[in-house]
C-alpha cells in the first residue's frame, strides 16, 4: 500500500526567506503532484512530475522528483504573504490510477 | 471551459437522511474519482471510475455508501442512512488518460450531519 507522508505539517516563516516542503512516499510511483489548497476552497494542481530528476517552476515555489529516494520537495523561494495556504503531495499508484495524498503542510507565511 | 461541477455546495441534514451528491467531470475525461477530506482523516479516495466503470471502491467507507456514473456526464454518491461521522467535503475529480498532466477538482460538496 502506498502511503506518503510530507512534513513539515506546519510551517510558520517570514515574508522573504526560503524553506522547502519534503514529500516522501512508500513504494514505487510514476507520477507525484502538488496541489495547493486555501480554506475553504478547492483543491488547485501546481505542479506534476512525471519522471526522475524533474524539475519544474512557477514563479516562488519551485518542485522536483528523486525517484530513487522516493522523495520530492516543493522549494519556496522569498516567500510572500499571498504564499500562505496547504499545500499537499499526491503519489500515484503505478498499477491503477489511484492517488495517495500527504497530510498538507499548513503554510503561513507573516510579514 | 467549465471545470468539474459538483452540487450541493453545502448540505446540512439530519441523522439517518438519505443524502446524495451530484457530479458533472469536465467533458472529454475518462476518469472521475470521489475524494472525502477530514481534518482527522486528511484526504481519501473513495471510490473512481473509468469510463464510467467503477474500477476500485476499497475506499467506500461502508455499505451505507453508494456511487454511480450512469453516464460520461454525470456520477452521485449517496449515503444512506447519514450518520454525523459522515460530516466532511467531499470532492469529485476528473482527468484524462491522453494527458496525464492534471487531476481537476470541484470545489466540493460541504455536508454536515446533525
Known amino acids: 500500500e502506498l502511503k506518503v507522508e510530507q512534513n513539515p505539517l506546519f510551517l510558520s516563516m517570514q515574508e522573504g526567506k526560503n524553506y522547502t516542503i519534503y514529500c516522501n512516499y512508500s513504494t514505487t510511483s510514476d507520477r507525484l503532484y502538488w496541489y495547493r489548497q486555501d480554506p475553504g476552497k478547492s483543491l488547485e494542481s501546481l505542479f506534476v512530475l512525471l519522471s526522475n530528476g524533474a524539475v519544474k517552476q512557477e514563479g516562488r515555489l519551485m518542485a522536483s522528483l528523486d525517484t530513487k529516494a522516493r522523495l520530492s520537495t516543493l522549494h519556496i523561494t522569498a516567500a510572500v504573504h499571498d504564499l500562505s495556504a496547504t499545500y499537499f503531495c499526491?503519489?500515484?499508484?503505478?498499477?491503477?490510477?489511484?492517488?495517495?495524498f500527504g497530510e498538507g503542510t499548513q503554510l503561513t507565511v507573516n510579514p | 471551459d467549465a471545470g468539474v461541477i459538483q452540487s450541493p455546495r453545502h448540505e446540512v441534514t439530519e441523522m439517518g437522511q438519505e443524502v446524495t451528491l451530484r457530479c458533472k467531470p469536465i467533458?472529454?475525461?475518462?476518469?472521475l474519482f470521489w475524494y472525502r477530506q477530514t481534518m482527522m482523516r486528511g484526504l481519501e479516495l473513495l471510490i473512481y471510475?473509468?469510463?464510467?466503470?467503477?474500477?476500485?471502491d476499497s475506499g467506500m467507507p461502508e455499505d451505507r455508501f453508494s456511487a454511480k456514473m450512469p453516464n460520461a456526464s454525470f456520477s452521485t454518491l449517496k449515503i444512506q442512512p447519514s450518520e454525523p461521522r459522515d460530516s466532511a467535503v467531499y470532492f469529485c475529480?476528473?482527468?484524462?488518460?491522453?494527458?496525464?498532466?492534471?487531476?481537476?477538482f470541484g470545489e466540493g460538496s460541504w455536508l454536515t450531519v446533525v
Open positions: 467533458s472529454g475525461h475518462d476518469y
Open positions: 471510475f473509468n469510463n464510467n466503470v467503477p474500477i476500485d
Open positions: 475529480a476528473s482527468s484524462s488518460t491522453r494527458v496525464w498532466n492534471t487531476i481537476y
Open positions: 499526491a503519489a500515484g499508484e503505478t498499477s491503477g490510477s489511484r492517488l495517495t
